[in-house]
């Protein structure tokens, strides 16, 4: 505005000096324009009235009308003067609006260019606001996920110790089931022996039983069969038969007579051994009288 104000003033300015430059040329026109036909009718009737000769009128008329050229030229020159100095100040007058008319668009471009600096500054300091609000928003992401790591560690640190402690609980258990085993295993075997001796000497008795039953008249020696037994936990026999003959019709049918007369047989209080040794029991009966 202040650019467009000063450029319209001094266009103003110039435009008046001007036109009061060319007033100033015309009055200066009109006072100084000759008159010579007045002059020189003046100049004939005074020389008629002194009766003055032919060839002084002329010299007077060349001396006047050279004043007058004289004057043309120096007023021609004056003017030439004058309209040099229009053109000057003319000339000076557009130097000037094209300096103003430079100056303008000299601050129009800066003015666009601290527009544009403007614009790029909000710009930067937009994007700064977002780089922010991102590095705060990764800083959030960084730190959920080190208190979730940390987490997933101690969790896995209480895991591993529980771990540890039932792997130790679970040892311990181990070797007292081990030992458990082991005793139970030793008395077991203790209990085992013990009862095969027991099992050994009932079958013993169960065969003498028999063999006091047998009539062994008239049988050849080394005869041996596999009599299969079943009883009652008193030792009643419930049924016999042979579940491996020894080749001799007459040795299997004694045996089997003998067995039914021993009845009953000697069996063992225990009624666990009873059913898992006697209640169907296998004898190997090989007479030795």
């Not at 026109?29 to 008629?48: A, G, H, L, W």
């Not at 003498?208 to 008239?218: A, L, Y």
């Amino acid at each position: 505005m202040r650019s467009g104000w000063f450029t319209t003033l001094s266009s103003t300015v110039l435009s008046l000096i001007l036109h009061l430059v060319v007033g100033v040329l015309v009055i200066f026109s009109f006072e100084f324009t000759p008159q010579p036909k007045t002059q020189i009718r003046q100049d004939v009737n005074v020389v008629q009235a002194v009766a003055v000769d032919r060839k002084q009128v002329e010299l007077e008329l060349a001396r006047i009308k050279k004043i007058e050229e004289d004057k043309h030229k120096i007023e021609k020159k004056r003017l030439d003067e004058l309209g040099k100095k229009a053109r000057n100040l003319e000339n000076k007058r557009k130097a000037e609006e094209k300096k103003l008319a430079e100056a303008k668009k000299e601050k129009e471009q800066e003015q666009k260019k601290r527009k544009e600096e403007q614009a790029h500054i909000a710009k930067l300091k937009k994007e700064k606001v977002e780089l922010e609000k991102k590095r705060q928003l990764e800083e959030k992401k960084i730190k959920e996920a080190e208190a979730k790591a940390a987490k997933l560690k101690a969790e896995e640190e209480a895991r591993k110790e529980r771990v540890a402690e039932e792997k130790k609980v679970a040892e311990r258990k181990q070797r007292e089931k081990e030992l458990a085993d082991a005793m139970n295993a030793e008395e077991a075997a203790e209990q085992a022996s013990k009862d095969q001796i027991l099992i050994n000497r009932i079958a013993a008795s169960m065969v003498r039983s028999i063999e006091n039953e047998f009539n062994k008249t008239g049988l050849p020696d080394g005869l041996e069969c596999v009599l299969r037994v079943r009883l009652t936990p008193g030792g009643e026999i419930i049924d016999v038969s042979i579940a491996k003959s020894s080749g001799h019709d007459i040795f299997d049918r004694r045996a089997e007579n003998a067995t039914r007369k021993a009845s009953p047989l000697p069996v063992p209080d225990d009624l666990i051994i009873f059913e898992r040794h006697f209640r169907d029991n296998t004898i190997t009966f090989k007479p030795t009288n």
